[in-house]
Structure formats: structure tokens, C-alpha cells
């Protein structure tokens, strides 16, 4: 009996085994347990029975990192076979690759940041220098031209862009993925204010800064951040949306596996570096994961992550300052804790789950698991 508790806790706590080797699939991390690294097992089984009962809706998986190694990771299936729905632990998920929808833009972001770096860009620069064969957009609204690499990773590009109607044909995201160019039903969108100085949301910018990358490097988006980004941080799931005239979508059409998704946000925790290979700069991390812009009294922005404001209500056991995280319109969210040495990686399927939702309230629970 001793034994069989045993290997339940490590099947949930990392989906492996305890020990200085690691699985075949997973050498980026050793793995702990959580009371090793000053997290409660109790509280973090409760969590993960929480989870089965639907307590946060359809999370599909959960992994936590901290003090760089692989304390938590687990995935679901939704099951209804006794007549009401659960979700049942599976290790079968470790490989699925999931849609990150506007959780793609940390893509973009790295890919941005290593074209910084090779001075491919400036992100001061105007886009307008990058799309030459949009000119004649930029030439029928001068305003345009003003926009700079920098808004568009701030959503202050000043385009209009509406998706609070999801559904409805008159959403800009669907609007666009019925065009044949996304970038130019992007770039054609009326300027609702001057690049710079009103925040809108708009995820689609990840088309745009794709398109800017692979014209600065003179490589498909997909080739420059296959080389410079998934290979170096050993990723296998990547895949990525394009459109019929084949620009690629980094805004919110790119799918990968959990495990492979905190590799990238790792490397941001890990200020660039990967395995003692710097594929990103400090600095760019650092002005990244800073607060760049207000955009509430709760929320901030850096370049596309995002942190908590003053005026956040705080419920975690720790500073809410002390946060940076990515989240996704269905609960697609990634929370990076520099002072822990700390990454809360997790999928979900929620509609409407973006700030304030069942993955940050997933997310307070873990926190407040500290011992």
C-alpha cells in the first residue's frame, strides 16, 4: 500500500519519477518534489483533485517549475461516464500539441527579440520600413506610417481592432481569417486614434510582427524561429497557422505542447539563457518583462507579458509586483516568478478566460500553496 501511495504522488507531482535521471522525453529539468522546494503536497493535491471535480472548469494541464526543476505536471480528459462530467489525470497529453491562440504572441515576441539582436530591426523602427509591398496602405492613410515595431508589442499600433463579439461575423479576427491576406486586412483597418497613444488589444499584431521578421531576415517566419528559437530549446510540437496568400499567424495560430511552451517561457525566466547559450538578450527580456505602459489601475504591460498594477487586489502569498504572465483567451496562461525561480504553465479550454478567470484563480491556489 506504502508503495502504491508512493507512485501516485509521483505520477501527479511529475507525471515521472523522482531522481537524478529524467525521463527520455523531458531532459531539460530534473525533477523534486514539492515540499522540497517549499510548497505544500497536501495543498497541491487538494489542487489537483479540484481539478477532476471541474473546480476551474476544463483545465487541460498543469506543469510547475520552480528552482529549475519539474515539481508538478499533469493533463486531463474530460469524462462523463458515471453521468456527470470530470476530468481524469492522463499522461497521454504530454505530447498533444494545444492552440496557444493570443498566447502565440510570446513567439513573436521571442522572434522579434533575436532579429533585435542580429540587428536585423530596431523596434523603434516604423513597420512601414518592413512591408514595401503594402505601400500603397501606408501611402492612402499617412498616419500609418507612425506606427512603430514598439506599439504593435504595446497593442498601441492605434489600428481598430474589435473582438469582444466573438462569434459575430462583425469580429475582426474572423473577418480576417475569411480575407486572403490577414496582413493587409490588418494594416487597412481604420486608425481609431495616433500610434501611441490609446491601448487596444489586438492579438493580430502577431501577423504583423511576423511578416516584419521575415522580411528583415529574408527567411520564411517559420525557417528564422525554427532556427534561432525551437531548435536551440529542443522543441518538437511546434506547428503554426498561415494564410491563403501564406503569412504566418503568430498572433493566435500557433500549437504546441505544454512541456515544449514553458521551455520558451524558461528562457525568459532564465534572462536569455538556455543550457549556458544565450539565445535571447538580457536587456531585451528585461525591457520586455518591465512595465512599459499602464493599462488599468490592475494591469501593466511590458512587451506583450504583462504584470499586476498597484491597485490589483492582491490574494497570493506573495507580491502580486513579483508577477509576469501571459494570458490566453481560454485560459491558455503562463506566470513567470523571477524572485521564486518559479513557472506556472497552464492549458485550459474556458471561453472568456482571459484575466480575471478560472486559470488565475488556479493560479492563487498554487501560490498560496507555499509552506
Not at 503569412?247 to 538556455?274: H, V
Request: aromatic share 12%; charged share 20%; glycine share 6%.
Amino acid at each position: 500500500m506504502i508503495r502504491l501511495q508512493y507512485i501516485s504522488l509521483v505520477l501527479i507531482f511529475c507525471s515521472c519519477y523522482v531522481g537524478e535521471e529524467v525521463a527520455p522525453d523531458q531532459e531539460v529539468w530534473k525533477y523534486a518534489r514539492p515540499k522540497e522546494v517549499g510548497l505544500s503536497e497536501e495543498a497541491l493535491l487538494t489542487i489537483n483533485s479540484r481539478i477532476q471535480t471541474n473546480d476551474f472548469s476544463e483545465i487541460d494541464g498543469l506543469i510547475i517549475i520552480k528552482n529549475d526543476q519539474l515539481i508538478f505536471e499533469n493533463y486531463f480528459d474530460q469524462d462523463d461516464s458515471q453521468g456527470f462530467i470530470q476530468r481524469l489525470p492522463t499522461l497521454s497529453k504530454r505530447h498533444s500539441a494545444f492552440n496557444l491562440n493570443s498566447a502565440s504572441l510570446t513567439f513573436a515576441l521571442a522572434a522579434i527579440g533575436v532579429a533585435e539582436d542580429k540587428r536585423l530591426i530596431d523596434i523603434e523602427d516604423r513597420i512601414s520600413d518592413y512591408l514595401p509591398e503594402y505601400e500603397d496602405v501606408f501611402l492612402a492613410d499617412s498616419e500609418k506610417e507612425n506606427i512603430t515595431i514598439e506599439h504593435l508589442l504595446l497593442h498601441k499600433s492605434g489600428l481598430s481592432w474589435n473582438v469582444i463579439q466573438q462569434f459575430s461575423p462583425q469580429n475582426d479576427l474572423n473577418q480576417m481569417k475569411a480575407s486572403e491576406d490577414w496582413v493587409r486586412y490588418i494594416l487597412e483597418q481604420p486608425m481609431e486614434a495616433p500610434a501611441g497613444i490609446r491601448f487596444n488589444l489586438n492579438t493580430a499584431s502577431g501577423v504583423l510582427l511576423a511578416k516584419i521578421v521575415e522580411n528583415a531576415s529574408d527567411q520564411s517566419f517559420n525557417d528564422f524561429i525554427k532556427e534561432n528559437v525551437i531548435d536551440p530549446l529542443t522543441i518538437t510540437s511546434f506547428d503554426i497557422e498561415t494564410d491563403p496568400s501564406g503569412n504566418f499567424n503568430a498572433g493566435d495560430g500557433i500549437r504546441i505542447s505544454l512541456l515544449d511552451w514553458t521551455k520558451l517561457g524558461y528562457l525568459f525566466l532564465q534572462e536569455g539563457l538556455w543550457r549556458g547559450r544565450k539565445i535571447l538578450d538580457p536587456n531585451f527580456i528585461e525591457n520586455a518583462t518591465s512595465v512599459q505602459t499602464e493599462v488599468s489601475g490592475t494591469q501593466t504591460l511590458g512587451y506583450i507579458w504583462w504584470q499586476f498594477g498597484d491597485s490589483f487586489s492582491n490574494a497570493f502569498a506573495i507580491p502580486s509586483n513579483e508577477i509576469i504572465f501571459i494570458p490566453g483567451e481560454l485560459g491558455q496562461h503562463m506566470y513567470l516568478i523571477p524572485s521564486e525561480n518559479m513557472i506556472v504553465s497552464i492549458f485550459a479550454d474556458n471561453l472568456s478566460d482571459n484575466f480575471y478567470g478560472y486559470s488565475q484563480n488556479l493560479f492563487t491556489e498554487i501560490i498560496n500553496s507555499f509552506q
